[in-house]
Every structure is written in structure tokens, then in C-alpha cells.
């Protein structure tokens, strides 16, 4: 662990990177572990590493806040505050080698998103490197602290176009006493009516998976009332991944099997994992739309579906364009 913050000088590669990529009208793409960007399709644009940018700058277990440098992978973070108990609790579901910044320029929802919140909620402060090469901090450890743009929400799922996140400070909490998954043949909605916050109910081909944390009594009171059997946790899908109205999610999970598509669908989330062959994912796409979602293809090279960016979004658009005007900075999603 460094107890040393981060220092502008340390950031200079970074600012030299985007004022000379700005001058010279070309693109910078962020890369941190990779585990997402390496599966997108490539771009022309230039990547920027945060391989270098590592390290766990200080830690106040009292205090249940955590400062780390983004470039640190995620299982890095989270073995240092499980030694005191502490997480915090934006897991990073598949992405072997990925970082704090990854996951948080991603902000992409896990299951235990129902009970724990989103991605931006756990961020209290965020220092960042400029589409204009400048080093600025955003949000503070206390409300107190906080004055001007939320900066903070913005990078949250920014895919690295808002700026260079080059360091980051994250809300605790302690590590509930016990957590446990349980199977059910119950669906869902029969299952959500019955538990008290659970941390994530999941459907699946297998059945409903539920994840409980809690004190042991309750848990194990609650899992006997609901009719939940021990198990370990579900395969998580890895190729594709819809974002919809949690609302509208038992229509992707009941049409997925007649597609013969293997899914893992978050309960209250409106998020579902996905895998199959191309023409299954190609039609899960048309599926998702009709839904008013958007289907995210990771492994676009292994699986040929059709790359289709995102709609535009004005608002996004607007921020883009207020801290990044030459558009040095390239979300790997948004085609130039
Ligand atoms: C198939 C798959 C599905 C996943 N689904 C989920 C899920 O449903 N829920 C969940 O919780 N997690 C999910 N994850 C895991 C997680 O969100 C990412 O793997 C991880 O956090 C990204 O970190 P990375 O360092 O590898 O980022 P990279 O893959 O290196 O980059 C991802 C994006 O973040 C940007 N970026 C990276 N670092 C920075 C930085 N320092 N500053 C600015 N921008 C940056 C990149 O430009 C890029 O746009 C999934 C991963 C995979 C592979």
C-alpha cells in the first residue's frame, strides 16, 4: 500500500498523451485491464494504458472509504478491505484483470445491484485527466465537500469519454455476516414477494437463483420460509449482455430458450446475460429493440453480430462536448 496521493507530476504522461493527441487532431482510446475494451470491435484510435497508475493510496477502515489509483486491478482492492471486513459491493461479474476504473468508466450493472444501488452511488471522488489535457477533481468525502458539477455521476458510465479517471475515492460498507446463494423452481416474482431485500435474484434455464446477505438466523429463517435450497452461484453468460426496463425482463427471459439462447436475467435490475450463435444473438438484438433495450455484443470478433452503436443521446452529447470539444477522447461504443 502507498500512502503517497497521487501527484499531478505522476499524471504528466497522461496529460502529454491527450495535448498532443488534441494538437494533432487524433483519437485516444483508455484501456485498463481490457477485459471489456479488448472484446469490442477495434478502432483506429490510439490506447492509452493505465497500467502504470496502481496502487491503494489510502484506506480509513474507520472512516469505511477507500483511495486508489484506477489503474488497480479490482481482486487487488478487494483483498485489502476483506482483510478488514469492509467491500465495496460493485462486483465486477466476468473480466478477469479488470480495474477500478474500468469498472467504474463501464458502470455496468451487476445482480447485486437490487439491494446495493448503482456503480455511481459507491463513488464519493474522482480525479481525471481532461479531453483538454487539464487534471481535475470532482465530489468529496463529505456532502460537505462537494461544490460545482457532479463531475462524479458523469464518469460513471462514461466509457472513457468524459476523461482519463486516474483516481478514485469509494464508499465502504462492512462485509454482511453471512451471504449465501439458494435455487428455487419458483419463479421470480412469486420469490421477490416473499424476501426482505434480497442482494440478488437471478433467473435463469435452471431455475431462481437468490442471493442473501444478512445474519445467519435471518437468512437461513428466510431461505426456509421462501422454499430456497443451498447452491452455488449461476453460470454467468459472458458473450452478450441487454440492458432493458426491469420491467419488461420476463419477456427477453421467457423468449431466450425458443431462440436456444443460454441467459441469466436480474431481477429488478433490467439487465440479462446471454450466450449462443451468431443468428441467436443477432435475432436477441431485434429482440431486445422491440423491447426498448439495447443489447451490448462483447466478443464481436468470435461472433459475428452485426456492431450496432447505440442511439444518440443529446445529454451525453452536450457533457461531451463541454469538457472534451475536440473529441479527443473516444468512447469504444461511439463510432467518431
Ligand atoms: C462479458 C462481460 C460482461 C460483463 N458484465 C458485467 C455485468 O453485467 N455486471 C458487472 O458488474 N460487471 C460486468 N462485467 C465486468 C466489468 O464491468 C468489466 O469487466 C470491468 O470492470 C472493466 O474493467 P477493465 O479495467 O477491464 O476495463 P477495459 O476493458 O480496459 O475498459 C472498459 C471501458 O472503460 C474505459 N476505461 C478503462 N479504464 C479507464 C480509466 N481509468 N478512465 C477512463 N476510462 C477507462 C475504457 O476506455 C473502455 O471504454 C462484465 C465483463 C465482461 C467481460
Known sequence: MSDAATQTTDLAPFVDAVT???TEGRQLVVRGGGSVLDRLPPTEAEVVSTAGLTGVIDHRPEDLVVTVRAGTPIAEVEALLAAHGQECPIEPLAGHGSTVGGRIATALAGPRQLQAGRVRDWLL???????????????????????????CRLVSGSWGSVGIVAEVTLKLRPIPPRSAWFTTDRPAFAVLSELYRPAAVVTTPEGTFVHLEEHPDDLLAQATAAGLEAADPPRWPTTARAALDPARLAELTSWAPTAGLAYAGFEGVGVCLLDGTSEALAAAGAQVDSLGGRLLVLDGGATPVPWRPPPEDAMAERVRAALDPHRTLLAPRTPR
Do not use: S
Request: cysteine-free; aromatic content about 4%; proline content about 0%.
Open 125 to 151: 471522488r474522482v480525479r481525471l485527466v481532461t479531453g483538454e489535457g487539464k487534471v481535475t477533481t470532482a465530489g468529496g468525502v463529505t456532502v460537505k465537500d462537494v461544490t460545482g458539477y457532479d463531475l
Open 20 to 22: 498532443t493527441a488534441r
